[in-house]
């Protein structure tokens, strides 16, 4: 039954059928081949009952506040003023691509939209300055797929909502390794511009007097943050209120820097509308593809399937881990963990793994599978942005280093998962 299931996943993704639909097809057929149907004739309710969610509403309000963020122009004010305190480090301004991208991380929640946002911005820069274009693409590449684990990240509300784990729990979890991701991200530029310096172009000229000019940029996105995170940890809002919060204030910031009006309100909504659809239909097929496979019992024949190998938990978890770095070369994130989720966690909580470190480390594999050739998004984001064109293996290339930087964080999390459970620990208890 599993390797049914998984070769016909398998082929409706080589088909290059939507993902929505491959998940919908797969459960219709499972439930008609082995329930006769049974299941298929609750898909109306099933789909409401899920569809009301109160913690999805989130989703869409955080899409929105990115989207806000990007027309508003906080984002070129903030890049700025990320460059002049950190362009003197060697690299230059791809240490403002990777710090750039961890702030904006922490109000848009998609790795997406911050890779195309601060690549727009950093892109010119390139030739201005002189720098190595491929490792410049790869670090605005690899500093976007920091917005889906540094919170909020709309992925790791998606796996709470699959796993029923908390996403305040969750965020607190997400902030260190994604701190440390960005650190790591850093020293690969520091590393690769010492070893060939011409690497790291012109750097940009700065003193104290303009890094603090330059300061008020960056409270927009720190106001957020606080707005957003803050809430939700000083038992103000749940995390879709803080999202709706967090919307709010974006408005405001866009007021105080006169970008509010009606046009961009329009672009805004539309891009809010088209992502939103998209990820929703894709949930609801996924939850549905759960439901299927709950009654089916696939997932006791899994955990029995594993019990007979005599595998350890270490040993079952660097499996996963393998199997997530394979998948995800030829998956898109979101559907990778949408199909996989509903499988694989039941065997990861039976286990023992805490269901925390767990979301951590499975988004930090998604992480990894943004810029992981042929498949990786975030590279077709930052290649599609190059005004002059250019090859596609330019910016594959250039983040394999930081893929690397990746491979450091999991292994880390294996050994040492208090990195991400211990502030949910102490906040939690």
């Given at each position: 039954?599993?390797?049914?299931?998984?070769?016909?996943?398998?082929?409706?993704?080589a088909?290059?059928?939507?993902?929505?639909?491959v998940?919908?097809?797969?459960?219709?057929?499972?439930?008609e081949i082995f329930?006769?149907?049974?299941?298929?004739?609750?898909?109306?309710d099933?789909?409401?009952?899920?569809?009301?969610?109160?913690?999805?509403?989130?989703?869409?309000?955080f899409?929105?506040?990115?989207?806000?963020?990007?027309?508003a122009?906080?984002?070129v004010?903030?890049?700025?003023?990320v460059?002049?305190?950190?362009?003197?480090?060697?690299?230059?301004l791809m240490?403002?691509?990777?710090?750039?991208?961890?702030?904006?991380a922490?109000?848009s929640?998609?790795?997406?939209?911050?890779?195309a946002?601060?690549?727009?911005?950093?892109y010119?820069?390139?030739?201005?300055?002189?720098?190595?274009?491929?490792?410049?693409?790869?670090?605005?590449a690899?500093?976007?797929t920091?917005?889906?684990?540094?919170?909020?990240?709309?992925?790791?509300?998606?796996?709470?909502?699959?796993?029923?784990?908390?996403?305040?729990?969750?965020?607190?979890?997400?902030i260190?390794p994604?701190?440390?991701?960005?650190?790591?991200?850093?020293?690969?530029?520091?590393?690769a511009?010492?070893?060939?310096?011409?690497?790291?172009?012109?750097?940009?000229k700065?003193?104290w007097?303009?890094?603090i000019?330059?300061?008020?940029?960056?409270?927009?996105p720190v106001?957020?943050?606080?707005?957003v995170?803050?809430?939700?940890y000083?038992?103000?809002?749940?995390?879709?209120e803080?999202?709706s919060?967090?919307?709010?204030?974006a408005?405001?910031?866009?007021?105080?820097?006169?970008?509010?009006?009606?046009?961009?309100?329009?672009e805004a909504?539309?891009?809010?509308?088209r992502?939103?659809?998209?990820?929703m239909?894709?949930?609801?097929a996924?939850?549905?593809?759960?439901?299927?496979?709950?009654?089916?019992?696939?997932?006791?024949?899994?955990?029995?399937?594993i019990k007979?190998l005599?595998w350890?938990?270490?040993?079952t978890?660097?499996?996963?881990?393998?199997?997530?770095?394979?998948?995800?070369?030829?998956?898109?994130?979101?559907s990778?963990?949408l199909?996989?989720i509903?499988?694989?966690?039941?065997?990861?909580?039976?286990?023992?793994?805490?269901?925390?470190?767990?979301?951590?480390?499975?988004t930090?594999l998604?992480?990894?599978?943004?810029?992981?050739?042929?498949?990786?998004?975030?590279l077709?984001v930052?290649h599609?942005?190059?005004?002059?064109?250019?090859?596609?293996?330019?910016?594959?290339i250039?983040?394999?280093?930081?893929?690397i930087?990746?491979?450091?964080?999991i292994?880390v999390?294996?050994?040492?998962?208090?990195?991400?459970?211990?502030l949910?620990?102490?906040?939690?208890?």
């Open positions: 039954m599993p390797l049914f299931i998984i070769t016909m996943l398998l082929g409706l993704v088909a290059a059928v939507p993902v929505a639909a998940l919908g097809i797969l459960s219709l057929t499972l439930d329930m006769r149907g049974r299941r298929s004739l609750m898909l109306g099933f789909v409401w009952e899920q569809s009301v969610e109160y913690l999805l509403v989130a989703i869409p309000m899409i929105l506040l990115g989207e806000i963020m990007l027309r122009g906080i984002a004010r903030m890049y700025n003023a460059a002049q305190w950190l362009s003197w480090l060697p690299g230059g240490h403002a691509n990777i710090g750039s991208s961890a702030i904006f922490a109000t929640g998609s790795s997406v939209a911050t890779a946002t601060v690549g727009t911005v950093a010119p820069e390139i030739e201005k300055r002189n720098y190595n274009e491929s490792l410049f693409l790869g670090s605005i690899a500093g976007g920091l917005g889906i684990l540094i919170p909020p990240s709309i992925n790791l509300i998606i796996y709470g909502l699959l796993t029923n784990t908390s996403v305040p729990e969750l965020y607190l979890a997400g260190f994604g701190l440390a991701l960005a650190l790591l991200f850093m020293a690969v530029v520091v590393v511009c010492l070893w060939k310096p011409h690497w790291g172009g012109v750097k940009v700065t003193d007097g303009s890094r000019r330059v300061l008020p940029d960056l409270l927009p106001m957020l943050f606080l707005a995170v803050g809430s939700i000083a038992g103000i809002a749940t995390p879709t803080a999202a919060i967090g919307v709010v204030f408005l405001i910031i866009a007021a105080i820097n006169k970008a509010l009006n009606i046009e961009m309100l329009k909504f539309e891009g809010t509308m992502s939103s659809a998209t990820i239909l894709i949930i609801l996924a939850v549905f593809l759960n439901f299927v496979l709950g009654f089916m019992g696939v997932t006791q024949v899994m955990l029995e399937t007979e005599g350890s938990p270490m040993e978890m660097i499996v996963i881990v393998l199997f997530y770095l394979l998948l995800g070369m030829f998956m898109e994130t979101l990778m963990m199909t996989t509903p499988v694989v966690f039941p065997i990861v909580a039976h286990m023992g793994f805490d269901p925390v470190w767990f979301g951590i480390m499975i930090v998604m992480e990894a599978a943004l810029i992981t050739p042929p498949i990786g998004i975030n077709y930052v599609g942005i190059r005004a002059r064109g250019g090859k596609f293996s330019d910016v594959s250039g983040a394999l280093p930081f893929l930087a990746m491979f450091v964080l292994a999390l294996l050994v040492l998962p208090d990195i991400a459970v211990w949910p620990k102490q906040f939690y208890g």
